[in-house]
């Protein structure tokens, strides 16, 4: 959730509209996926429909995906504009980075689904990166992260039948599901510090989404070192080429992956291998997917339809207070300290009420950027990495 933009501690900000738009639509696109999962309660007894298969297929792994290849890009935005006033900012970046993960710790014991925390530690990693001068290098180890070779290599142990590898994972038990269901506010608070955050830390771990952030990181380092989103013209045949691989792959995984698992499970190689090559399957099509939303986004950014996109850059300015604004709204709405609405609403209604959210908060962070420059919590944030409270906060946003 890093923001592409920054002259100095107190400068003026030079935006990317471009880039705003594509993480304002990631961060409305997880919000509905959030809705959809009545955040998180839906997996303790799922019931799928035509509504949720939807919006998993569109949006599910792809909205958090723009989120990091966005956070990558914007890495290298400070690092490099800091460069060119003569200034290494790597101390600094990792200190933004630390304030972050303490936003997200936060943020996690109201909804322990927070990725904050996940994108602020990730970000560490950058900082090494950020040395290697070769893009080739970069997006070499970029496509080793997508291939995802640990899992690749747990899937071949399985196979033979190794025993570390047949074990169920970890993220299975998930011993505060209960707590979130029934519990009051003193026992989900006191669950999101620990036995609730352990599962999501096993699924990132298990299902190779670490290594898949890696990796969304760097291609977003280098498509800001290529000047990619500040010359779009001049990226527009290599943008529709990757388009047409992009949806080319997304369409083939989509028809054939479950032809090939139930091929695979034929085979009797046993539950873990299954399980972990529906994983492998399942990252490609989300990458592919991601690739996809990312430069049909662009395309549009491009065409006459730019004015219906705009709304969305004011969300991608304000992303951190919005995405903590959604769970202070809605995890109580939800969760059994609260109405408990979980089982009471059905699909389409918890579609609508996202949807009326999604206006809404269109609507809120026009208003709000008519007025101040940053989101409360980007203001918060900035304002500690830089150690200054004189950070200019009243006064209209201009991009």
């Not at 990693?125 to 997508?146: Q, T």
């Not at 070779?149 to 074990?167: E, H, T, Y």
Request: aromatic fraction near 16%.
């Amino acid at each position: 959730m890093q923001h592409a933009a920054t002259t100095g501690s107190g400068g003026q900000d030079r935006r990317l509209e471009s880039v705003d738009i594509v993480r304002g639509f990631a961060l409305m696109a997880l919000f509905l996926v959030h809705m959809i999962e009545s955040y998180e309660l839906y997996w303790a007894d799922p019931k799928t429909g035509p509504i949720s298969d939807t919006v998993y297929l569109l949006f599910m792994g792809k909205s958090f995906s723009l989120l990091a290849l966005c956070f990558g890009f914007s890495f290298f935005i400070l690092m490099d504009r800091a460069a060119q006033r003569g200034v290494d900012f790597t101390a600094r970046f990792a200190w933004r980075l630390a304030v972050l993960f303490g936003i997200g710790f936060g943020h996690a014991v109201i909804y322990r689904g927070d990725i904050i925390q996940l994108l602020a530690l990730m970000g560490f990693v950058l900082l090494a990166f950020h040395r290697v001068r070769s893009n080739r290098a970069l997006i070499a180890v970029a496509i080793v992260c997508f291939v995802s070779p640990i899992s690749l290599v747990q899937l071949a142990a399985a196979m033979s039948g190794a025993g570390w590898a047949n074990q169920p994972p970890n993220h299975f038990s998930d011993p505060a599901m209960a707590v979130y269901l029934h519990g009051n506010l003193a026992e989900h608070l006191r669950a999101n510090l620990w036995d609730g955050q352990l599962p999501k830390w096993w699924f990132m771990l298990e299902s190779g989404r670490i290594t898949q952030i890696l990796g969304l990181y760097l291609v977003g380092m280098v498509l800001g070192r290529i000047g990619f989103f500040a010359r779009l013209g001049e990226f527009a045949r290599a943008r529709w080429i990757a388009l047409a691989l992009a949806a080319a792959s997304a369409l083939a995984l989509y028809f054939l992956r479950d032809g090939f698992k139930a091929w695979f499970a034929a085979q009797q190689h046993g539950a873990a291998s299954d399980r972990l090559l529906s994983y492998l399957l399942g990252s490609w099509f989300e990458l592919a997917g991601t690739a996809v939303w990312l430069l049909v986004l662009l395309a549009l950014f491009q065409s006459p339809a730019r004015p219906l996109l705009r709304p969305l850059a004011g969300v991608g300015r304000t992303t951190l207070t919005l995405y903590i604004l959604q769970s202070i709204v809605f995890v109580p709405v939800f969760y059994g300290f609260g109405l408990g609405l979980y089982d009471d609403w059905n699909q389409a209604t918890r579609l609508w009420v996202g949807l009326a959210a999604i206006a809404g908060q269109l609507a809120l962070a026009h208003w709000w950027l008519a007025r101040f420059r940053y989101g409360p919590v980007e203001w918060v944030w900035r304002a500690l990495t830089y150690w200054r409270r004189d950070i200019p906060f009243r006064g209209a946003a201009s991009a």
